[in-house]
Structures are given as structure tokens and as C-alpha cells.
């Protein structure tokens, strides 16, 4: 009947944020042992492991040998437990093929790859649970893991949705109010810089909107490198006190 | 950022997903009174000092009122008195579930400042918000949250303040608990018999079925309605079938259920009897039952209203009457597929209009309310006041309709003012053809320019400058709202340049500001007798937008050259500046077409147009456009009483189908470049043609004068409707269109990217829309915007493009144009009421246009008055009358009516039901023995009216 | 050490007016950033300016570089070449292992045509190389022995005992005395701890 109401007249989202508020956002880095690099997220209900392997050799075909950078490989994939419904997830469907896709160039973007020619560096990342801003989730997640792992990147990549209803940009938004309806845009940003790594958006919006709807997304991805800032220091502080020891 | 949060998991169980979802708890959400000094809300919404002045609360008090209050109360909490009112989100959201209309009520009152209504937000509030406990329903768990708020709000507003908070609920757990944790509550009724200030607030108060001090002994009248579960397992299954009730305007005892179809079928099925109806009232969604073949029924033809004065216990009589509509032998093809209603799925009340029909107890404060729609049962309600609302229009809005009442009951709204007045009456009219009336908001006149206007220097570069063209416009009489004129040169090469300059009004309404959303909800203006519902502000209708002679005014233009055979050699459009030369009115334009003796720029324009005009005319009709008739009555209004004082059937001149045809090339030439550039978006219009079935009356009516109609195609129809004549029977072909009229399908708006069939049945035209009067219709200034856009004079905006957004626009032209229709048929019916009242009993020829089962429809040529002849009396037995369906054939004792039949009436003023004032006829000649009436003294009155003019 | 600066990537860091950009930091218009997350680290190594660099706790990914000196392991012998694992790049293990070829032509500098590689290298054998080209298509990293100090560093005889050098091509079994041949490696004393 009437769907639900994204956005009350008081300014309040379905789980109680204002329009430009984010969801809680938490992080660890170096969560597993044997992976050169590992970052494990929370954003709100999506939960994201990113593990880093690299550089090393190219495996496989010898053809995707880049003599100048190295080969950034992504692979993206869901837990069957990741959403309410249980699911197989087959590797490989056109979905995650194509998530795969966006985040490899994403961190073409921001890592230095040309520090490594001839060699790989294999990002992976897994949704273990759902709940709207995957993408995102996971560029921020891999983010984490890359900087884990050492790799010399530019910047963060910081990743955020944004999306519109009755002509107010909301930031971040859950999985329910990106199935409500509307357009969700996704950037990913290197925040200091303010380069746009990755924008996607699938669905209509008229270009007037699009200048607003980008400001939010942007201002948002400025908030999650907060976030990942203040994780970041605090995971090198905890190893300074480490081997301090 | 303040964010404090905790995880709650919501499951919702509908196949076996579990959803998780987050929700935060804040300590930014404020409480909205201005008392509090914690809080750091800005604008606070709360008064600091609430005045509603109560017996019972003597002191200052905030409401918060519970779901159930708000949702059966909203009559009473619109009240300009009830301030300082606590919205929680829970109740919020709970209403919006429950109750759409509901809902937009009140965030209509939340939006309104005067009212002083705030929503707080508790469910996400840090110390208001609670979990469901386990084994707890939602509703208790909403009861809980209420209370929970009630009691944060009791607790946080300081004391000094003296600021009590006051819970609102009727149910009596609820009452009881909030009690026990120390809150002040109260039943609504309670509080509101309390009020000092308005006594009248009372009756406004509905009747809950928590009241169980009705009377319990009275009998079961209908069967129950079944849960809505059971309906929708029951529609999964096939076994009961969803549709919407339409109750028979002219059969109280009958309705349909119109059955929405894949794609385009529709079906619908016959309910007969009140337990068959089952409380279903018109409009609601309903679950019904197909009755089994041999119990199918045809419609009755017999018309019955329910207007008897029947108390409750005399329902003896109407099974009579029953039985007597079941009980007719009928021709077993005209069955219809009968079902009865077994439950309700939505219900679609609205406040209905109407009056009360005093209870005979003189001391009785129930009383029963006649709405204005017949098609709405009558509904009662409880007041004390019935003495002084007796012989008023008041607004009533039903509550609800157990089954063991044979009415449904509802709650005094509103008083209108005194039936009969033509005030009262005009507002009636509008509320229930839902038409938007009330004077523009301020909000809305703030976006008018500001005065004086002039015509800017930017304007000028923008636009092409034709002031130095001789343009005219060519309307009715008296006609202030001008939105096209004309001009046509000859060019150098030989052509005629013609061109339709229309008021550019989208220059002045922009996109999505208050003004452009006030036109667009009410979609067109409505022209009523003697008064005017203007679509936009009339500054801009009367004045700025209207193309009044010798003035400069902006312009939108359509321009062609065509050569001397009316072929349209080149089009172009443009905004452009243009200075009318002269508004004149069909007859002037006619008189100076025709007078040999002018010659002046502007005459020699108009003939140029008139002759290119008659040339396209033809061309039009020898593709097969249509030409209806339909009668049309013109009033001539005193203008001092403004009571209509002649009527006369309006009358149409050459010069009125020359504007018509520019208009037309004009619409089609736009519709075109729109469709062209936005083959997505275009706002278009089209006229289905009729399915065949429509045809079957008028088949069946020119059998009987043994001629044929061929209805294959618009051109075949046209042309047999030119060969159809009689001798010695002028009016038969103007009688045979309005029939055909009939037989039409509504022309709609739609949005070219969701539809494929663009045709345009009457005009013959494979593509058309709306452009040559955006000063009165919506779709025109839609249609503006586009071209603007496809021209490059304008630049588009979202909604524009969207055609989603384009085709829910149309939905809501389309319905406005109906009803501006109806109410523009209504209000001609109401004058002329006026005009026999102030006439007295006229004899008149009138030819028979259809025949029912018990009664004659009579057209009166000269007043385009239909009328209803009935045989059949309260006071007087029935004659015997034989219906033939098939001709169809009327026999009354001995004499048969055939369509077309040439008779005699009287026609006089039936004021005994005040209400439903009706034009009664009876029959003169014929003469039937105890069927018509004897002459009556009706020839002295016409002779003095003759002397009258 | 006093507490060192944390940096983390993106992070500006200095003007290249003040140092010369040093290993985690890359250049941009004309400043210099940090690439990675880990500790500012500012050493005057006789040069103008001193250098800045980003040092992390954890040893970062070093790949094989051209001129490097990388320890290997052979793997497979043939007439043409033989094929090594790259362990070590200088001093830094390799966390993965990348491939390497030792071309005949490229074991010793002299001589080069009567070069016979199973005199040079067997399977197993510990050898010093150095990064000569990364390679193309074909090939994978491409080492040299051709130098006094590079060569086989550590040899097992045939009754598995590590073997002793006994001239710059011989290599003698301490068990039975055998001798085999091998491209030995003058080690010298900063390479044998690894």
C-alpha cells in the first residue's frame, strides 16, 4: 500500500539519522595472520572482510604482464549468509563480475602501481552481511587492507552513497532505502585531493539534481575518511606499542 | 554528531526472512515546548502558555492523543481550537498505516503553525524509545510507547512551568495502566464535553464502537463481513473477487462491482438487494461472491429512491420492494453475472454533503442525514443542534456501519449554510465534485509579479517582435479570460501567413513553485453559471495573461503559411510580444465579415481566416471527423439578483467553428513538434474510439425509423448521421447526434511514453493535445513548457522529463476535467431550477430520448432540459406497463412509446424534497386515461411570462 | 628515539624544498606525500637536502629490482639456462617467491662460450645473483653470476653434505672427498650472514 516513508517530516530516516548522517562506521586492520594485508568493516548491517595479497608475481596468464605497474586484482564476493534470504552465490555472476570490476579500478586509481611493475597485487573482499552500500563497504574495507599490506598508495580511497528522496540528498543509505526507490549514486574519493576515484549511478536522475546529489556523496566520503583516518593511527599506535615492546 | 546506538532486530515474517535493521537512538531530538531551557530547539512548536480551557483540566496542558484518537477523532483535532498537540512518531506512523486521507489530515494540521501541533520523534529518542517485549502484540507495544512518551514529556517539562501533559485515548486498558504509572488521561469524549469554549465540538465527535451502549436487542440486519484475511486468501483461491462498488445513482437497492481486468477488461457484476450490497458504500473496494447462474438477475430498469420517511423498524415495506425488483421475469440473455458483497477490502469514505432529515422524536439527538449523492446511503448522526442545522447544507462524514443498523453512522463535520441558497448550493456543488475553491494562499500570490508589470527590455530580445501584426482575438461575450488570437497577411510570394498567438502563461508560472502546484492539483478552471473557479490568480487569468486589445502582452505563436488551398506550406512556433488589435465577440466578428460595406485591416483578417477556415473544416469532415451535438443551454443572468431570468440554447455562428479550426490546426501542429522532440514525455490527448457495444442504443433507435447507421469507422458514423433525416422532422438529426454523443468515450491526457494508441476518435486526427488555453487548463501550460523547451526558448526541469511523473499529472487532469464537467452539469441543473421556480408550470414539446422500464426520458429542445416522466405513483396504482427491451418500446395502458416520440409535458418545480429539487414533467399528450395529466392552468402563466420579455 | 610522527597515505609532508623525496612518499606538485602508513623518517645522508621517508614496523614488499643482489635457490638445470627462485632481495626476504632465470651466457664473465651449466649449478644449490633485466614476455626476472662475489654460496655433495669451496670453480665434499664442480661464489664477509 503506501510505502514507506524514507524521510519524515521531523528530518529522520527510517532508523533514526538525519539526512547527512552516516552510519556507524567501525574497522580493524590486520585481522589475519597469513594475508600480506587484511581490514575487516562494519558499516551499520553491511559487514566486509578485504584481505591483500602483493605485489608478487603475476600468476596465470603471462599476457596481463604489465611491464610499467603492477596487475590489481579484485575479486568480489557474497557469503550465502549475507542476506535475509539464504542464497548460493555462484563466483562469477554478471553482479559481482561487475563489482569486481569497479573496485579494481577504483584502486587503480589510488595505489602506486607503478612502483611494481610485472607484478600483482590481489584485493578480496567479501560482504558478509548486507545491508545497503556494499560497494562502498568494500572499497573502504580494501582501503584499509591495502594500507595493512604496505602498498604505497596516493590516498584513502574513501567510498559513500548517496541518494534522493523528495529532493534531499541522503547520505549512506541502508539497504532499505536504496530498494525504496530513487537513485543511489555511489563515489569513491580520495579525499584529500578531492579526485573522484569511481561514480556510479544506475538508475535516472535529472541533471539538475546531480551537482547536489554529488556534494552529499562527497561530503560523506569526507566523513568516512574520518573515521578511517582515526583507525588507521590508532592501528599503527597499537603496533608501535607492540614491537615497542 | 550526536549518535548514541543501540541494535534492535525487527523480524517481519511474510515467507521466512529475517531482517535486521538498525536503529539509532539520538539525544538531539527536542521536545518542542517553549518552556523548556534543556532542550535547544530553535523555533519550539509547543505555546508556553496552552489556553484550552477545560473543566476539567483547569490548568495549562499539552495533548498527546493515541493512535486510535487521531485516527477517528481528526474532525475535532482540525478544530481551530484544539491546540498544543503532541504527535508521536509511533501514533504517526501508525495513522499512515492505517488511514491515507486520515494521514494527510493530520500532517495538514502539523504543517499549519496556528495550530501549534509537534511531532515527536520517540522511537528514536533515547529515553522514549522501547523494545518490544516478548509476547507483547505491536499494538501494546505501541500503547506502551505512548505511554512511555506521556511519561517523559510529564517528567522533562519543568515544573515551574506548570505545563501538565495530557494523554488522549478511548481504550480503557490503555486508560487504566496509564493511570497506574501516575499520567493524567482522559477518553476523548470525555475531554471534549470538558471544553468550555465550543459546545458544538461535541457533535463533531464519532461515534466509536467502544460505546457499547447501543441498543443491542435490535435485530442482525447484515451478515458480517469476513476478515481480511480470509478475503485475500479467498481472492488468491478465486473464490471471491476484488472490484470497486458503484451503487446505482437512480436504484438504491442496486450496484456494481467494477472489476479491473488484465490490461484493458473490465467486467462488472450485478449486486441486488441491501444484504447482497452489505453495507458496501459507493466507491469502497470490496471483496464479492458470484451467486451461483440460476440466481443471476438483469439490472433493473425501475428507478427507486430510497426518500421514503421510513423510520428504522419500517423495513417491511422496502422488502416489498425487493421482491418486486427480483421477482420481474426478464429475458434470460439480459442476466448479468450477480454476486454479493462479502467483505470490505478499503473503504473510501469522504465527508459527504447533504441535509438532515429531522428524527420524528422531537427530543431524539439522532437524527438521519440525506447526502447530496444519491449514490450514498443515507448516514446517522448525533446531534443537539438539530433544530438550528434543519433546512442547512451540512458536511457529515460516516464513522462506520454495524451490522445490526440499517444506516451507517457517522458525525456532524460542518455547516455549508441554508439549502436553496444559491451560495450554499454553488459550495455544495463544488465540495462534492471535489473542486478546489478556497481563495489562493498567500504562498501562492507570492509568486505573482509585482504590479505594475511591464514588458522588460529582456523580455523584447528573447522574443520575436509582432506587435506591428494585426491581431485579434474572437470570443464569447463578456469573456475576460482571452487566451488566443489571431491574425493572417498575405505574404509576398502569394501564400497567407496565419498565425495563433497564445498568452504565455508559462512565462509567468514556473516550474514547482507554490502558484505552479496550486494549478496543477486543480487542473482547470470551472466555469460555473455566473461564477468562475479560476486556475490561476486572476491577475494573471483577467489581466496579464489575457490578450486584451490594445495592450502589449506576451505571447506564444504558431505560425504557418499556407497557400491559397489551406495546405500549411511551412510551421514554426515562438515566443513572441504581440499587441491585439481588437477583442471582438463571435457575433461582432460576424457581423464584420458579413457587412460588405467594411474593409478594415482587422475584416479583411478575419475573411481571410474565415475562408481558410471553412476550407479546413471541409477537410476535416472528409476525413471523418465527427460533428455531435449536445444540448447547451446559455442563461441570462439578472445582474443585479444574479438569478437567471431567460434560458436559451446557445447558439453557434460561423465564426465560432473559424476560431475552433485554428485551434485545432494549432493543437495538432504542437502536438506533433512535442511528440517529435520528447517522443517519451509528450503530454498528448486522445479519444479512444467507442468500442461497438456502445453503438447499440443508437442502433436499436434508428431501427424504429427504419434507417441504418453504419458505426464502422468515425467517417462512415459522420456520414450516415448527414444522411439520417426525416421529412418534416428537422430535430430528429439533432436528436440522433446527442444520442451518438452518448455513445462516445471520454477523450483523455496521457503521457506519449506510456501509451501507444495516440488517436483521436471525434476529431479524426492521428495525434492531438492541448495548447491554446493555458490560462484555463493545465495540461496547456504542461504542453507550453514542452515546446518552450523543444524550441530552445526554455530550459526543462525533472519532472518535465519524467514520464511517470507526466502520466500521474494526467491522472489527475483527467479527473479533474470530469469533474469539473459534472459540476459545471450541475450547476446549470441547480439554475435551472431557479429559472421554473421563478417561471412556474410551463407546457413544452420535448422528444422522448430514452425509454426505461417505468419511465419516459424526455429532452425539451428549447430549453436542452432533459426530464424524467414516470408512470408510476405513490398515491395512484400503477398502470400497466409492458417494457420491451429489444426496440426498446414503452407500453403504457394501450399507448406504446417508441424513441424519438413527439410529446407533450408539463414542466414544473418538485421543491417537496429540498435537497433534490427536481424538474418534474408530466405527461400532457398523449393523452392516456389516468397516466397523463389534465391541462393544467399552466397557459395563463406562460402567456404572462411571454408578456414578461 | 624520540616518538616518531605518524603519517598515513595522502598526508602532505613536506615542500621538495626541504628534502628529497625517500622511499613511502611520492612527489605531486612539487611537495611530498606520504604512500604509506608508518613513521616520517628524516636522515641527512650528505646530500643538500636530507631525505624524507616512510618507514613501517613491518617490513615492506621489496620486489626484485635491476641491480639488486638476490639470494636463490636453483630449481631445474638445462643446457641453456638454469632456473632459480628468488628468496631474498638484499638483505629482505621475499614473502612470496618470484622466478628467475640464470642464462649460460650470463654465469661468469670470462669464457663465456666454454660456460657448461651443469658444471655451474645444481639443483638446490644457494646462489648470490644479480638483477639484470626484469625480463620480457618469455622470460621472468633475468640474474647474472658474472662477478668474483656472486656464485653458489651453498652446495650439497651427492652423500648430502654441505660441500666446501675449493677454487672458484670447484666445490669438495667433505665426506668422500669427491669434488664437483661449481660457478663458486668468493663470499665475502657481508653477505654471509645471509
Known sequence: MAGIELLSDQGYRLDGRKATELRKVQARMGVFGQADGSAYLEQGNTKVLAVVYGPHEVRGARSKILYDRAVINCQYSMATFSTAERKRRPHGDRKSSEMSLHLKQTFEAAVLTQLYPRSQIDIYVKILQ???????????????????AGIPMRDYVCACTAGFVDDTPLADLCHAEESGGGTSLAVALLPRGGQIALLQMDARLHQDHLDTLMEAAMTACKGVSKVLDEVVRQHLQEMSILTGE | ?????????????????????????????????????????????????????????????????????????????????????????????????????????????????????????????????????????????????????????????????????????????????????????????????????????????????????????????????????????????????????????????????????????????LLQGLQKLNRAVHQDVVAVELLPQEDWVAPSAVVLQDDGSKGEDEEEEEEEEEKKLQTKQVHRDSLKPTGRVVGIIKRNWRPYCGMLTLSHIKESTRHLFTPADRRIPRIRIETRQAATLEGQRIMVAIDGWPKNSRYPRGHFMKNLGSAGDKETETEVLLLEHDVPHLPFSQNVLSFLPSMPWAITEDDMNRREDL?????????????????????????????????????????????????????????????????????????????????????????????????????????????????????????????????????????????????????????????????????????????????????????????????????????????????????????????????PSNYDILHKAIKTKNLVIHTDSAKELADSLNQADIEGFPYFNTLLRILATRCMMQAVYFCSGLDSDFRHYGLATPIYTH??????????????????????????????????????????????????????????????????????????????????????????????????????????????????????????????????????????????????????????????????????????????????? | MSPMKLCVPGERLCSTEDCIPGTGTYLRHGYIFASLAGYVLRKNEGEELPVMSVVKETETQLLPDVGAIVTCKVTSINPRFAKVHILYVGSTPLKDRFRGTIRKEDVRATEKDKVETYKSFRPGDIVLAKVISLGDVQSNYLLTTAENELGVVVAHSEAGAQMVPVSWCEMQCPRTHAKEFRKVARVQPEYLQA
Open chain 1, 130 to 148: 548486507a545491508d545497503g552500500g556494499n560497494y562502498s563497504a568494500c572499497v573502504n574495507a580494501a582501503t584499509l587492507a591495502v594500507i595493512d
Open chain 2, 1 to 269: 554528531m550526536l549518535k548514541s546506538k543501540t541494535f534492535v532486530k525487527k523480524t517481519r515474517s511474510g515467507g521466512i526472512l529475517k531482517v535486521v535493521r538498525e536503529h539509532y537512538l539520538r539525544d538531539d531530538i527536542w521536545c518542542g515546548s517553549e518552556v523548556c531551557v534543556e532542550c535547544k530547539d530553535e523555533s519550539p512548536v509547543l505555546e508556553k502558555d496552552p489556553c484550552m480551557e477545560s473543566s476539567m483540566c483547569t490548568f495549562p496542558h499539552y495533548l498527546i492523543p493515541d493512535t486510535n484518537v487521531v485516527l477517528h477523532q481528526i474532525d475535532v483535532l482540525e478544530d481551530p481550537l484544539i491546540r498544543n498537540v503532541i504527535i508521536l512518531q509511533t501514533v504517526l506512523q501508525e495513522v499512515r498505516h492505517r488511514s491515507a486521507p486520515a494521514y494527510k489530515r493530520i500532517k495538514d494540521a502539523i504543517h499549519n503553525k496556528e495550530k501549534h501541533f509537534y511531532t515527536f520523534t520517540n522511537e528514536h529518542h533515547r529515553e522514549t524509545f522501547i523494545e518490544r517485549e516478548p509476547g507483547e502484540s505491536a499494538n501494546d507495544r505501541n500503547d506502551r510507547a505512548i505511554r512511555a512518551a506521556a511519561h517523559w514529556y510529564s517528567k522533562h517539562i519543568p515544573d515551574s512551568a506548570e505545563i501538565k501533559v495530557v494523554m488522549l485515548t478511548n481504550d480503557r486498558l490503555n486508560k487504566e495502566k496509564a493511570e497506574q504509572t501516575g499520567l493524567l488521561v482522559y477518553r476523548c469524549d470525555e475531554y471534549i464535553k470538558s471544553l468550555i469554549a465550543n459546545p458544538e465540538l461535541v457533535d463533531r465527535l464519532a461515534l466509536t464502537s467502544d460505546e457499547k451502549n447501543e441498543i443491542t436487542s435490535s435485530k442482525i440486519l447484515f451478515p458480517e463481513h469476513l476478515p481480511l484475511s480470509q478475503i485475500q486468501s479467498g481472492i488468491k483461491s478465486g473464490k471471491y473477487i476484488q472490484g470497486t462498488f458503484r451503487a446505482n445513482r437512480d436504484n438504491f437497492l442496486e450496484g456494481t462491482v467494477f472489476v479491473h481486468g488484465e490490461g484493458d477488461e473490465s467486467t462488472e457484476i
Open chain 2, 467 to 691: 506587435r506591428h501584426l494585426c491581431v485579434c482575438s474572437v470570443d464569447p461575450p463578456g469573456c475576460t479570460d482571452i487566451d488566443d488570437a489571431l491574425h493572417c497577411r498575405e505574404l509576398e510570394n502569394g501564400n497567407l501567413e496565419v498565425g495563433v498567438h497564445i498568452a504565455d502563461v508559462s512565462h509567468f508560472i514556473r516550474p514547482g513553485n507554490a502558484m505552479d502546484q496550486e494549478a496543477a492539483s486543480r487542473g482547470t478552471t470551472v466555469y460555473l453559471c455566473g461564477k468562475r473557479i479560476d486556475m490561476v490568480p486572476e491577475l494573471l487569468s483577467s489581466n496579464l495573461c489575457s490578450l486584451r486589445s490594445n495592450v502589449e502582452r506576451l505571447a506564444f505563436s504558431c505560425i504557418w503559411e499556407m497557400n491559397d488551398n489551406a495546405e500549411i506550406l511551412n510551421t514554426r512556433f515562438t515566443k513572441s510580444v504581440i499587441n491585439s488589435k481588437a477583442s471582438l465577440t463571435y457575433a461582432e466578428a460576424q457581423m464584420k465579415i458579413d457587412d460588405r460595406n467594411m474593409n478594415d485591416d482587422i475584416t479583411k483578417n478575419l475573411r481571410g481566416l474565415n475562408k481558410l477556415a471553412k476550407i479546413l473544416k471541409a477537410g476535416r469532415i472528409e476525413k471523418g471527423a465527427l460533428t455531435l451535438s449536445s444540448p447547451e443551454v446559455r442563461f441570462h443572468i439578472d445582474s443585479e439578483t444574479h438569478d437567471p431570468i431567460d434560458l436559451q440554447t446557445k447558439e453557434l455562428q460561423e465564426t465560432n467553428s473559424m476560431v475552433e479550426e485554428f485551434m485545432l490546426l494549432a493543437n495538432i501542429s504542437v502536438a506533433q513538434k512535442i511528440y517529435d522532440e520528447f517522443s517519451e514525455c509528450a503530454l498528448l490527448r486522445k479519444h479512444p474510439s467507442p468500442p
Open chain 2, 771 to 949: 495548447f491554446t488555453s493555458p490560462i484555463r487548463r493545465y495540461s496547456d501550460i504542461i504542453v507550453h513548457r514542452l515546446l518552450a523547451v523543444a524550441i530552445g526558448a526554455d530550459s526543462t526541469y525533472p519532472a518535465l522529463m519524467d514520464k511517470h511523473k507526466q502520466a500521474a499529472l494526467c491522472n489527475n487532469l483527467n479527473y479533474r476535467h470530469k469533474m469539473a464537467q459534472y459540476a459545471q452539469r450541475a450547476s446549470v441543473a441547480f439554475h435551472t431550477q431557479l429559472f421554473f421556480k421563478s417561471r412556474g408550470i410551463l407546457n413544452e414539446e420535448g422528444f422522448i430520448l430514452f425509454v426505461r422500464k417505468n419511465a419516459i426520458i424526455v429532452l425539451i429542445p428549447k430549453f436542452g432540459l432533459e426530464g424524467t416522466v414516470f408512470f408510476e405513483n405513490k398515491d395512484k396504482p400503477s398502470p400497466k406497463m409492458t417494457f420491451n427491451e429489444e426496440v426498446p418500446t414503452l407500453t403504457v395502458e394501450g399507448h406504446t412509446f417508441n424513441l424519438f416520440d413527439r410529446v407533450r409535458v408539463t414542466i414544473s418545480l418538485d421543491a417537496s424534497n429540498i435537497q433534490h429539487q427536481k424538474i418534474r414533467m408530466s405527461l400532457l399528450e398523449p393523452v392516456i386515461p389516468g397516466v397523463s395529466v389534465p391541462l393544467p392552468e399552466a397557459e395563463p402563466e406562460a402567456k404572462k411570462a411571454k408578456l414578461d420579455r
